[in-house]
């Protein structure tokens, strides 16, 4: 009998443990936990913010353009969530290890983008932070062009421009962020991998630009070790 109590008392505090580990990111009725950041706010009273919650869903509308961006910097960490775009095909991104607020363009925070672009989903888009890949010049142009700035090569293709469900399904990405390293999948097929990225933590931003989009079920948790391929 206190061998079985044992157990179960082990087994309760494993699951324990793992639902602790686990963050909801949103929590399916408001933005709490999350700031906006969208430009043209600061000078229009009449506008509306992009960001949105409908139906357990967090949508953001596209326009005004800016960003949604967690109050917590996170690192070393698995973040795994859906998206769909529910009308024509849209334009939007992940942004991790995101720091200084409207640093290119006077909009786009520093950060290494993961892009959810319809048929482009997975590519990295540096915005004033460096990720390297290992075939860089086929994924990314002539050496020379490479750059975080404004008019430089700062995308990176994803490997496969196959992996998203159609036009209006929801689709599944994982984010793995650890130490210097990125990898991303997106729908189970690993779309890029990434590492020597010039941050390693920061905050996790959600884009409106120019296309409504959906997400749900956005969770976190901490890891110490990468998932395999």
């Not at 324990?16 to 580990?21: G, L, V, Y």
């Not at 334009?91 to 720091?99: A, F, K, Q």
Request: glycine share 6%; aromatic share 8%; net charge negative.
């Amino acid at each position: 009998m206190k061998k079985v109590l044992h157990c179960l008392l082990v087994a309760f505090l494993v699951i324990s443990c793992s639902k602790t580990a686990q963050k909801r990111l949103f929590n399916g009725e408001n933005l709490e936990g999350w700031h906006i950041d969208v430009p043209a706010l600061d000078t229009s009273s009449t506008l509306d913010s992009p960001f949105i919650v409908k139906d357990n869903k967090l949508i953001s509308l596209g326009e005004p353009r800016g960003h949604l961006i967690t109050d917590k910097i996170y690192k070393d960490y698995r973040l795994t969530f859906e998206y769909r775009f529910p009308g024509k095909p849209g334009n939007s991104g992940v942004l991790v290890h995101s720091s200084t607020p409207r640093a290119l363009y006077d909009m786009f925070p520093k950060s290494i983008e993961v892009q959810l672009e319809h048929k482009n989903a997975g590519d990295f888009w540096c915005i004033l932070e460096d990720i390297k890949v290992p075939d860089m010049v086929e994924r990314r142009g002539p050496k020379e062009k490479w750059g975080v700035k404004e008019g430089e090569n700062r995308r990176i293709k994803n490997l496969t421009d196959n992996s998203e469900n159609p036009l209006g399904e929801w689709n599944a990405m994982t984010i793995e962020c650890l130490q210097d390293s990125i990898k991303v999948w997106v729908n189970g097929t690993l779309v890029n991998f990434g590492y020597d990225a010039t941050a390693q933590k920061g905050r996790i931003a959600l884009q409106a630009e120019g296309s409504e989009v959906e997400f749900k079920n956005l969770e976190l948790v901490p890891i110490d070790k990468m998932s395999s391929e």
